[in-house]
């Protein structure tokens, strides 16, 4: 590692046996310059673009936020929103024309695509470049990862998995062209040693593994020599950047171990990963905050259950399986449950977003400089609607954007006018994206109460 005197470049990795870890943003990488202007700059450095996916809808009735411009008063599932509502805006009666007739398969494919699925259940696949992937060839291109693509199930099916449509449009969020579909990992472990290994192949990977205690620990020396050249302050952010991947590291290597006694394995779920659904998650949601703030990647997707995932959910009393109970009939039982489940995943998501704002970076934190999209590809699960969809949009986009409040359309209008203004708020100009037919100029303007 060749430390500057004058300014530590942003690429600085700290590297050891199969090791290369980038770091957060320090004081020592800001190039010399006047206060003003590496303020100035920094920011348009740092926009980040995140999606998180829903599967199978929710109950709207729970969903829908009862205020008509802010977020002050939260429905039930949002309401473990409440600590972060000032990062967050919902927007309704957003819609995807292109995921008809309903499937829950055309619900994934489309929600990053806005774009029609063609009907295969063969290898002859088709749907279209995804929003993520369109801002990854502008944004992505500086990190060491373009992006990163993730889920929480053992993706394996293949062949035919909804009404005529082939498996891999359930499987994939992420789309590289129409005919590439990306595929996510769920393994944390997996993630972890994408994020900070050297790289090669995965039996270099796998050796090295043998090798090392943790990944840490093969960095030592690095560390010592870096805190030398670092002041006060960019210690302590390095300190507590590596405190965070050395605890990520130790909950990972305890879920191995753990699930050396599982006699009952999910098998939904890879081996090795945590036998509690949120505790799984967390350590999912903990890695792209790792991935973030050492800017390993700009662009992440994160499928949070498969469609038709017939995952149980009893740490939080619904011990259903999840797809059935979407098909509720109006069963208010049923439908109490759905809703259970939406805003477990909504709490998690909370979470997350408290961990960014927490987290200092420049001029502001994490979140500031991120973006993230949270939602479903299908809206009322029971007749497998694409209409009035669930979505929320967090983060402050570099001070692109601003929160608390509830943007309600009177007519139904193209999800893909959201993308289009995502994609504008991290630095991608386009014309239009897919069914497009303007921007959400609500997100840029002052809020009005």
């Not at 206060?35 to 700059?41: E, L, P, T, V, W």
């Not at 590289?176 to 050297?198: N, Q």
Request: proline share 7%; net charge negative.
């Amino acid at each position: 590692m060749i430390v500057s005197k004058k300014a530590l470049p942003r690429r600085t990795f700290l590297r050891g046996l199969g090791t290369a870890m980038a770091l957060p943003l320090l004081d020592a990488m800001v190039p010399a310059m006047s206060s003003q202007a590496a303020s100035a700059a920094a920011p348009e450095r740092l926009r980040r673009l995140g999606f998180v996916y829903m599967p199978m809808g929710c109950d709207l009735s729970r969903w829908t936020p009862p205020g008509s411009t802010t977020l002050d008063t939260l429905s039930p599932t949002l309401e473990p929103l409440a600590p972060v509502r000032d990062h967050v805006s919902a927007i309704s009666n957003l819609e995807l024309r292109n995921a008809y007739p309903g499937t829950h398969a055309t619900s994934n494919a489309s929600f990053l695509s806005a774009a029609r699925a063609k009907r295969t259940e063969s290898t002859d696949y088709e749907l279209a470049t995804t929003v993520d992937q369109v801002a990854a060839r502008q944004i992505g291109q500086q990190t060491r990862l373009p992006s990163l693509e993730l889920s929480m199930d053992l993706l394996a099916t293949v062949g035919q998995c909804d009404n005529g449509y082939a498996c891999v449009y359930q499987n994939s969020l992420s789309w590289s062209s129409p005919t590439t579909p990306l595929p996510a990992e769920a393994h944390p472990r997996i993630v972890f040693e994408r994020l900070f290994g050297e790289g090669g192949s995965a039996e270099d990977r796998r050796a090295a593994l043998k090798k090392r205690a943790s990944l840490l620990d093969s960095v030592t020396g690095e560390i010592t020599r870096l805190r030398s050249t670092l002041g006060p302050e960019d210690r302590a952010r390095v300190d507590r950047y590596l405190d965070s991947v050395r605890e990520v590291e130790r909950r990972i290597q305890k879920a191995e171990i753990d699930s050396k006694d599982d006699t009952l394995p999910d098998l939904d779920r890879p081996d090795g990963v945590p036998a509690s659904y949120a505790e799984h998650a967390r350590l999912m949601f903990d890695l792209q905050a790792l991935a973030l703030q050492g800017d390993v990647t700009r662009v992440i997707t994160f499928q949070l259950a498969r469609e038709t995932s017939n995952r149980t959910y009893p740490e939080i009393g619904v011990p259903d399986p999840h797809h059935p109970l979407t098909h509720h009939g109006n069963d208010p039982e049923k439908i109490a449950k759905v809703a259970k489940i939406n805003q477990f995943h909504v709490s998690l998501f909370a979470e997350f977003l408290a961990r960014l704002a927490a987290t200092p970076e420049g001029d502001g934190s994490l979140l500031d400089h991120s973006l993230y999209l949270y939602g479903s590809g299908m809206g009322n699960p029971n007749v497998h609607d694409h209409a009035n969809l669930p979505i929320l949009v967090a983060g402050g986009a570099a001070g692109k954007m601003g929160g608390n409040r509830h943007i309600r359309y009177a007519e139904p209008t193209p999800l893909a006018n959201l993308h289009l203004t995502l994609l504008d708020k991290v630095g991608v100009r386009l014309d239009s994206f897919a069914d497009s037919r303007g921007m959400v100029d609500e997100l840029s303007e002052p809020l009005s109460i």
